[in-house]
């Protein structure tokens, strides 16, 4: 009896202080936020490049972690279209919208919407930057299969760095329009090789480099992502970056394993990098997700010791299982859960006070 009362006192004497410490505790500005999206990558793809870079990776240094459920607004399995304009606008559309709803109509993305309240906004991908994932967040088309019309929304963006691939749909055009001289007359630096992108110190940003897979391209994804960091956060107000590491998918729709380690592990590296910018930064949020899952992966055999893996897919194409969810800094804590991918953006709102709590 005597031992069960000095345990409930010692108790009492702990938790009050923490509880108080909590509640006079003010939450830690939001002041960035870098949206990084593995296009393609379930948990299984994360656990074949853990395995394949010897038993670790930098996803580890994240504690507050959800599950997102990726269905589309018209099919239990989404693609890249609709399961990122669910992030983009905050609705759940149909497979193939690019930022608009069910019923066709624009929506405001969050790009736009940080723009609109002065924030800096960017987009780092390692595919064409016309393509479904990055096109959402700054264009409005019924269809992701409309290219030209997705590079010309991005003149009218004002979205202050993209870097991706794709240049024949802005200077190679049927329509004889030069976006990219467009670009330039409106301030924009535009360059075409890794090299060259890291020479931009300030402004304006066009980045359009030849497609590639890890293995051709280097840490092109670290380095151009490490340069639109660089680039935003000189304005004072903050910024919103969004980074894909886009070809998880590629591997996965090929059903090659090896292709999907690579590019699992070239997007974690860039992952590394950005946590170790919001950790010295501080008002930095990281969240890390996926649009969905691509192959229907699983794992037969693997060594954390060697990085030996060997896998079989069950698809050439998306399943609908939750992808995880990945959450750092301030702010972090909202991610944990099992949600909706739509809510995503919800969260992006209130993390940034756009929105009442």
């Known amino acids: 009896m005597k031992k069960y009362i000095l345990l409930v006192v010692c108790a009492a004497t702990v938790y009050q202080p923490l509880r108080a410490q909590t509640r006079s505790a003010s939450p830690k500005k939001i002041k960035n936020i870098i949206f990084m999206i593995g296009d393609g ?84 991908v390692t595919t064409d930057i016309t393509d479904a994932t990055p096109a959402t967040f700054a264009a409005h088309e019924p269809s992701r299969e409309m ?62 480099i030849i497609e590639k897979r890890v293995a051709q391209r280097g840490d092109q994804l670290m380095q151009t992502t490490k340069t639109a960091i660089d680039l935003l956060k000189q304005n004072n107000k903050g910024f919103f970056l969004v980074v894909e590491g886009s070809k998880i998918d590629d591997g996965g729709h090929a059903n090659d394993l090896q292709y999907v380690t690579e590019e699992m592990i070239d997007f974690d590296r860039t992952i590394g990098a950005v946590l170790d910018f919001a950790k010295k930064d501080g008002e930095t949020l990281v969240v890390v997700t996926a649009d969905h899952e691509t192959g229907g992966l699983t794992i037969s055999e693997g060594d954390l010791q060697t990085g030996k893996i060997s896998g079989k897919f069950s698809t050439d194409d998306h399943t609908g299982v939750m992808v995880p969810v990945f959450a750092y800094g301030p702010g972090a804590e909202a991610f944990m859960g099992i949600y909706h991918n739509n809510t995503i953006f919800a969260k992006f709102m209130q993390a940034l006070h756009f929105v009442k709590k």
Request: charged letters at 25%; a positive charge; proline letters at 1%.
């Open 41 to 124: 990558m379930g948990t299984t793809q994360i656990y074949a490049g853990l395995t394949a870079n010897k038993g670790w990776l930098n996803l580890e240094r994240f504690k507050c972690i959800g599950f997102s459920r990726t269905n589309a607004a018209n099919d239990y399995i989404t693609e890249s279209a609709a399961g990122a304009t669910a992030f983009s606008i905050g609705e759940k559309t149909y497979n193939g919208a690019i930022g608009v709803d069910t019923a066709r109509r624009a929506k405001p993305t969050i790009t736009e919407i940080a723009h609109q309240h002065g924030l800096s906004t960017g987009i780092v």
């Open 147 to 208: 290219s030209a019309e997705i590079a010309a929304d991005y003149i009218k963006s004002d979205v202050d760095v993209l870097i991706g691939a794709g240049r024949e749909h802005f200077d190679q055009r049927k329509d004889g329009r030069n976006l990219l001289e467009e670009f330039g007359k409106k301030g924009y630096h535009v360059k075409y090789t890794t090299e060259d992108i890291a020479t931009v110190k300030k402004g304006k940003l066009v980045g359009l």
